[in-house]
């Protein structure tokens, strides 16, 4: 995998908005009828700000439509409860690397077989890849250096054009859930390169699904609800509910909702302060994956502030990272590199970076610039239950205290973004989590080359061979213990030579009543697997 | 047609709507009023003094931490800490910095770039005020919360934005008030002449129609300040409005609406947010009583309204003959004193009045507008406004009136007394059948059946000649004619067969022929139904035609009274004779109460002695020291002069 | 003077018994047979609105054009916007790889054909998402109207008739205070009050978790639920509406008061209240029946465009209480820039505003038979 890496980064944060900040949710919907204590036993509530365009793999993409997804399609491979350190079975019973890491073998368990009856062939898992890639939507940037053939019935190859050891890892998400194909073909699914203006398969998945996964659709209603029942013919381990209900549900509601100790009953949203005087018999599972970061524009064209490296310096030894990480609540967790602690890589909590004023003011002093003022562009959203305002006018107050002069400039998500892109943004200020649970997929974007690295005028020639050097390690080391090193030893000469400056990690929280079993939080991209839930 | 209803809802529709405040209201300062806009004032002058002060008066500076994040309120930090630790009573303090000086930047925007196209709407005219309209209309109906979205996500939160993003959503009402403004003076007398002495157009924008218009938008300027500080906070509410970390209040109540357990972090912004934008409302109603020119205007009309027409006098109608005197009068007033409500205390209106009328009696009361002629009617009515003053007594049928209450009024108006009103247009409703105003009150008060009452209600229109009278029941007033319309009225007075029939200047707004009709018709009523009437002119003609006795007013007080033809003949007062004597053969046609040299006297400001005497030609000194006493001279004569008997003689 | 000047004097006009010109006749030169007229009327109003609709689709498309940020930027994840060929293949697939011209003439013709076009942001025909959102704000808004009203014209009327009293002086001073208060605020401190303090009233949102929401008849919980039978929904649908409709009609009434109180004083001055006392009719008639019923002709106009705005304007409250009504769509279709639910949007609200302005015209002639066209 060349530079391209990924980033799911902003499109979960931007699809938030409307939950989030907006709220256009806020239907507390229901879990039983009107009598409220039927059949509680046989079904699971969850309790989420719903931000979902579509049931169908090939477009879904935002945070609730990935735990449905996630319960409908099965995928070859996945990641076992909280675990994300390496895929484990699916549809493929086994699956062999290349040693170049460029091809990949899966080999389909035989048992496995859709909703109606009709056993998973690997035309089923071609399809369903080919059509992902040719619908061209978000999860498409993806797997776009990937191509997908089928060498006998019960056998897919997977070949990348570049390295990439990470291809398991990807098709453990729930964009690469596979659909029965016939049923597909039948009401409309293509999967050619004009899959984009051909396919017509999209309306009918909100309504029906085509997986092998342990749920099918009841009913699918953007604003409010989302009912699934357990899948009769489901071929792995029967889910332990029976119905699940998905209702919009704001986040004050679902701390209202869980302070009452309901049964049954998980909220996905809550976050930060909202966490702190929840009863203590519910439990809760998280884990820190989301990165709140600095970038800072290299080119002294852009900003001769920025791309001082005393000023950044002063910049980076003057916030306060224990109290960024306040702001997040109990949650929040002080940035120690870049990779959140959720994931292999992240650097031990005794790294955690600190405030240094003294050496901050010197720094600034010495860097000639700290008397012109520099403007903050962040997105003028709530994430995660925090005003970003918040945060970038504590960076502001910090950078202050070294007598480093930063203006804010918030923008809406739209513009935000538009500008970024544009590579002419001298200092911003972003929430990024992974586009896919690996550390590794963060590497390329923000090293010379990648997105990130590009849009901050970070070039190969500006940037220090050592860590080049440790990037292409990350890149090339095709076992995990290897990649883990490689990980930290790049991140800690990044802290010293990169244009970013990370603060601190926040962390997706699932909360659940205390019946449950099973409930955990996931990084691998689907928030929590509804189908591993049980009962105590 | 749109035009005409849109103006009433300026920018403020999504945040709140604000009216513009009831002429009614504007006729008359209230007395504390002034006590509550100094109470206004003041509350902006210290908000302007924190906001000025605001280094020397914040204990912290509102940007940096100063304790722990949403600490709750102590003797640290008296209103508590926000979200980031800042002290939320400087924030609040610097915020005036914010608030008060961008909504008056808004406001002045707004009102330049409304007043700008609304000026040059109403002078241009024709196309260019249609398609300058259209855009107005245009604006007025698009979803002003999107527009300022939209118009904040083009260009990204700050004060700036959100400044232009209000502007342009509060400009249209001040191109209406304009436009309005502009049009009213556009076709007068003054704009023409400036044309004709070779005026441009734009010099006499600049010279005529500006001016005129500064008025009405200074006035919906101020009311709208209050709005603007209000808008502005509902913009930072939502993310849209001034930077952070720049303490505005909007944005401040936005950051404790989460968590309501720490209350203190909006609760405090809000009461700001409140007392600044009260002030300004306050400061806006002060400032509108002052300078609302419509409420001159209104009291123009008003004015304009009094100087009635006066019409040849009618043609004769029967040859009055007097009725045989009685025992008890029906109507005895002795006494009788009004004072009504004024700014600066109770007004006397009428001072110690004596009238009587007999039954069968025509009687006439002639004088100028505010002599305290409908006064008079209407405390026969007991319909004077709220905090009248009555003193005196008032003896009808036997019964003392001024000691009735609500209940027994009730029952002496319409069945004892009724009255018919000056202006048949504005007597009738406008919005209910002649049919039901015909029969109401003889369904509540007499307690008839629908049916009888509306046999009745026909009865009544063919005895006052109105044709096909049971279509007319189903008809609206204004489907009449104004002397059909004023047919109905009387028919409508004498439902409950009053013994007594006050008629206010029946007459007066209708054309000659038909006031003869109705003159007529009056008296042979008078004939028929046994009744009495007690008539109101300030036409002497009609007076002398139709009343058998008169009484002349003047300042509220009886200069004269007694047989019609004996004081119109032989007035004795000088203001009966000024009345008469503008013209060679008294009773002319042509004659106007206008005649009489000087001005009526204005209640309140009469002179200490006799109210004619300034405008007196016979003055003396002793008709200064005090109010002449009433004179019986004859049997049934009264005058109130000094000097009447001087002159008399001297005649 | 009440209400407009609009065509008068009806065709059973009985002025013909007596011949004389008259000052105070309402006799306008007649425009015609009554039947053309009210044609002409029903084509102007008809006129007038599909340009407005036409002008707000030009200003909507403007100003979303005139907006630096791409609907790609939201709609596609950040990796996806640095691949070339998927942001292409989305531009072309929203019709956004167009030159202007054509993007507007391609949703005017969808337009035409009842077609608003699907939301960027949920994925929805916008159709669809307004007959979900604009039942929501109904809910809250029409309640509170009708409340509004109410309590207005009593109110009103009550300060009116005790004009300069103690009770005049109460109701205008809640009034202003009313109108001072910013509206957010207040419903955060009712939320605070009767939500976290007491108790009593829920948190916001239009139904309670453990109800199921009734199934789309009306889009209004409270209706449907009756309609389906389902009385302890409705009664939950109604609590939750209790907040949102008091704020709203707390708010709408301290707007109203100042309009009745000054009509009805307006009312009171005028000379055939005081003829309707002098005729011996007992006050509560007079006031009822004679009043009441001249005051409405100006407290319908402003009423009919409070209501409008309330459809338009509840964003604020709808945010606070987790309403997911038409103002929270806006927002987010606002900040989204979802330029077909922006259009959507902002054709409901000139629709509405036109038809409110209809229906005003038409309640003038039910209560005011002098302008009643036919």
């Known amino acids: ?536 | ?651 | 003077m009440t209400g407009p000047h609009l065509p008068a004097a009806g065709p059973g006009d009985l002025v013909a018994a007596e011949l004389e010109p008259d000052a105070d006749a309402t006799g306008r030169p007649a425009g015609g047979r009554p039947a053309h007229r009210l044609l002409r009327f029903i084509a102007r109003k008809v006129a007038i609105t599909a340009g407005l609709l036409f002008g707000v689709t030009i200003l909507t498309f403007l100003l979303v054009q005139a907006v630096p940020g791409d609907p790609t930027a939201t709609n596609l994840s950040e990796t996806a916007q640095k691949d070339p060929s998927i942001v292409a293949a989305y531009r072309a697939k929203w019709g956004l790889d167009q030159p202007l011209p054509v993007q507007y003439a391609t949703y005017l013709n969808n337009l035409v054909h009842g077609d608003l076009g699907t939301s960027q942001s949920t994925g929805n025909p916008v159709l669809h998402d307004l007959g979900t959102y604009i039942p929501a704000t109904m809910e809250i808004a029409i309640p509170a109207m009708v409340l509004s009203l109410l309590i207005s014209l009593g109110l009103g009327m009550w300060a009116a008739t005790r004009k300069d009293r103690a009770a005049d002086h109460t109701i205008r001073a809640g009034a202003l205070v009313g109108l001072s208060t910013p509206s957010f605020w207040l419903a955060i401190v009712v939320l605070y009050v009767f939500f976290f303090m007491l108790d009593i009233a829920p948190n916001g949102g239009r139904l309670s978790t453990r109800y199921t929401p009734p199934r789309h008849v009306t889009g209004m919980y409270t209706v449907d639920a009756l309609l389906q039978g389902r009385p302890i929904a409705f009664q939950d649908a109604l609590w939750h509406l209790m907040l949102p409709v008091l704020v709203l009609t707390a708010l709408t009434v301290s707007v109203l008061i100042r309009f009745v109180r000054s009509a009805m004083l307006e009312v009171l001055d005028q000379q055939y209240v005081r003829a309707a006392y002098a005729k011996g009719l007992p006050r509560q008639i007079v006031l009822r029946r004679h009043v009441l019923r001249a005051g409405l002709v100006q407290v319908v106009t402003v009423g009919g465009l409070a209501f409008a705005s309330l459809l338009s304007g509840t964003v604020l409250i709808e945010q606070i209480y987790s309403w997911p009504g038409i103002g929270q769509y806006a927002f987010s279709a606002s900040l989204n820039l979802d330029l077909p639910a922006i259009m959507g949007v902002g054709l409901f609200v000139a629709l509405v505003y036109t038809v409110v302005n209809l229906l005003i015209d038409i309640l003038y002639g039910i209560i005011d038979p002098r302008i009643r066209v036919s």
């Open chain 2, 1 to 651: 047609m749109t035009n005409k209803r849109i103006p009433a809802m300026p920018a403020r529709r999504w945040f709140g709507l604000r009216p513009g405040s009831p002429r009614a209201e504007r006729r008359r300062r209230r007395p504390h009023g002034r006590a509550v806009t100094a109470a206004a004032i003041a509350i902006l002058a210290a908000w302007a003094v924190v906001a000025i002060a605001a280094p020397l008066l914040a204990p912290h500076d509102p940007l940096q931490q100063a304790g722990p994040y949403y600490t709750p309120p102590s003797s640290a930090h008296w209103l508590g800490t926000d979200q980031l630790g800042r002290d939320i009573l400087s924030r609040i303090i610097y915020g005036a910095r914010l608030s008060l000086p961008l909504a008056v930047i808004i406001v002045a925007l707004a009102l330049l770039l409304g007043g700008g196209i609304g000026l040059i709407a109403g002078y241009l005219g024709k196309w260019a005020d249609e398609s300058l309209m259209r855009l107005t209309d245009l604006v007025f109906a698009f979803p002003p919360i999107i527009l300022a979205m939209v118009v904040t996500a083009a260009f990204g939160p700050s004060a700036r934005n959100a400044v232009l993003a209000l502007v342009l959503v509060s400009w249209p009402t001040y191109a209406r008030v304009v436009r309005s403004a502009v049009l009213s003076i556009r076709g007068s007398d003054f704009l023409h002449a400036s044309r004709l002495l070779g005026v441009g157009p734009w010099r006499a924008l600049v010279r005529d129609v500006l001016p005129n218009s500064v008025g009405p938008s200074v006035v919906l300027a101020s009311l709208e300040l209050g709005n603007a500080v209000l808008m502005l906070a509902s913009l930072s509410f939502l993310g849209l409005g001034p930077r952070p970390p720049a303490p505005e209040w909007g944005a401040m109540i936005a950051a404790g609406a989460s968590d309501l357990s720490k209350w203190w972090v909006s609760i405090v912004p809000g009461i700001a947010i409140l007392t600044t934008v009260l002030a300004f409302n306050l400061l806006g109603d002060a400032v509108r009583d002052w300078l609302d020119p419509t409420a001159a205007r209104a009291s123009a009309d008003r004015r304009h309204r009094d100087r009635r027409k006066v019409g040849p006098p009618p043609a004769r109608t029967q040859p009055v003959t007097a009725p045989e005197p009685q025992a008890a009068p029906l109507l005895d007033i002795r006494g009788l004193s009004v004072a009504l409500p004024g700014p600066a205390g109770p007004l006397p209106v009428i001072k110690n009045l004596d009238l009587r009328v007999d039954a069968g009696e025509i009687v006439g009361i002639a004088g100028e507008s505010g002599s305290g002629k409908s006064l008079t009617a209407l405390t026969l009515l007991n319909l004077l406004p709220p905090g009248a003053r009555v003193n005196g007594s008032i003896m009808f049928q036997g019964k003392e009136l001024t000691e009735l209450d609500a209940r027994g009024w009730q029952r002496v108006r319409g069945s004892g007394i009724a009255m018919v009103f000056q202006e048949s247009a504005a007597a009738l409703h406008p919005m209910l059948t002649v049919g039901l105003q015909l029969t109401e009150h003889l369904r509540a008060a007499q307690g008839m059946s629908k049916a009888a009452a509306r046999a009745r209600a026909v009865e009544l229109l063919d005895q006052v000649r109105i044709p096909q009278p049971r279509r007319a029941l189903r008809a609206y007033p204004h489907q009449f004619s104004g002397g059909m319309r004023q047919r109905i009225a009387i028919a409508s007075a004498l439902a409950c067969r009053p013994r007594l029939l006050i008629a206010d200047e029946p007459t007066t707004a209708l054309d000659v022929t038909v006031q003869a009709g109705i003159l007529a018709l009056l008296d042979e009523l008078r004939r028929d139904n046994d009744l009495s009437v007690l008539f109101i002119t300030h036409d002497l003609g009609v007076l002398s035609s139709l009343t058998q006795r008169a009484y002349v007013f003047y300042a509220g007080r009886v200069m004269e009274s007694g047989g019609t033809a004996e004081v119109l003949t032989q007035p004795a007062h000088p203001y009966t004779s000024a009345l008469l004597g503008a013209r060679p053969h008294g009773l002319s046609t042509e004659r106007t109460l206008r005649a009489i040299p000087g001005a009526p006297v204005v209640p309140g400001q009469e002179p200490p002695g006799c109210p004619f005497e300034p405008r007196c030609a016979y003055a003396r000194d002793e008709c200064r020291t005090g109010p002449p006493p009433v004179e019986a001279t004859s049997t049934d004569r009264t005058l109130a002069c000094v000097v009447a008997p001087d002159l008399a003689a001297a005649r």
């Open chain 1, 1 to 536: 995998m060349t530079g391209r890496s990924s980033h799911r980064a902003l499109r979960p944060m931007a699809a938030l908005i409307a939950a989030a900040v907006v709220g256009v949710v806020g239907l507390s919907a229901c879990s039983g009828e009107d009598s409220g204590d039927n059949g509680t036993n046989s079904t699971l509530t969850v309790d989420t700000s719903f931000v979902v365009k579509s049931l169908d793999p090939g477009a879904v993409y935002e945070p609730t439509g990935n735990v449905v997804v996630h319960a409908l399609y099965d995928t070859l491979v996945t990641f076992d409860g909280a675990d994300i350190s390496k895929p484990v079975p699916a549809l493929a019973s086994a699956y062999a690397a290349s040693p170049d890491g460029r091809t990949f073998t899966f080999t389909l368990n035989p048992d496995a077989k859709f909703a109606d009856g009709s056993p998973v062939t690997a035309a089923d898992v071609v399809f369903s890849l080919d059509r992902l890639k040719n619908l061209k939507g978000s999860a498409a940037a993806i797997v776009k250096d990937l191509s997908f053939s089928a060498s006998d019935d019960k056998t897919v190859v997977v070949t990348s054009t570049v390295v990439n050891p990470n291809v398991p890892t990807i098709l453990a998400a729930p964009y690469a859930g596979i659909l029965n194909s016939k049923l597909a073909k039948e009401h409309g699914g293509q999967a050619g390169t004009d899959a984009t203006s051909a396919d017509s398969l999209g309306t009918y998945l909100n309504e029906n699904a085509l997986g092998s996964g342990p749920y099918k659709i009841e009913s699918f209603d953007v604003a409010s609800r989302i009912v699934l029942t357990a899948n009769p013919n489901y071929w792995g381990k029967k889910p332990a509910f029976g119905r699940v209900v998905f209702q919009n549900m704001d986040v004050q509601n679902q701390k209202l909702t869980m302070s009452k100790k309901p049964t049954s009953e998980i909220a996905l949203d809550l976050a930060g302060d909202q966490l702190s005087g929840l009863p203590t018999e519910l439990q809760q599972t998280s884990s820190p994956s989301t990165y709140y970061q600095l970038r800072l524009h290299a080119d002294p064209a852009i900003s001769p502030v920025t791309s001082n490296h005393d000023w950044a310096h002063a910049l980076q030894a003057a916030i306060d990272y224990q109290g960024v990480a306040a702001l997040f609540g109990s949650s929040g967790v002080p940035a120690a590199g870049i990779v959140p602690t959720a994931y292999a890589g992240a650097l031990p909590d005794s790294e955690a970076q600190k405030q240094d004023l003294a050496k901050a003011t010197a720094l600034a002093a010495q860097s000639g610039v700290a008397d012109q003022t520099v403007k903050l562009l962040y997105p003028a959203i709530t994430f995660s239950g925090v005003d970003l305002g918040t945060i970038a006018a504590k960076v502001q107050s910090d950078a202050a205290k070294a007598g480093l002069k930063i203006e804010l400039d918030p923008a809406p998500i739209a513009s935000f973004l538009d500008q970024r892109r544009g590579g002419k943004v001298a200092f911003s200020f972003s929430p990024q989590s992974l586009d896919y649970p690996s550390a590794a997929s963060i590497v390329a974007d923000l090293m010379p080359g990648g997105g990130a690295a590009t849009a901050a005028g970070w070039t190969t020639a500006k940037a220090d061979p050592a860590t080049v050097a440790a990037a292409n390690e990350v890149r090339d080391a095709l076992d995990t213990e290897k990649q883990v090193a490689a990980l930290q030893k790049w991140q800690r000469l990044m802290i010293e030579h990169a244009p970013y400056i990370t603060l601190a990690y926040n962390a997706g929280t699932v909360v659940a009543s205390s019946d449950l079993s099973g409930a955990q939080y996931t990084a691998a991209g689907w928030t929590v697997d509804i189908a591993d839930i049980g009962t105590k």
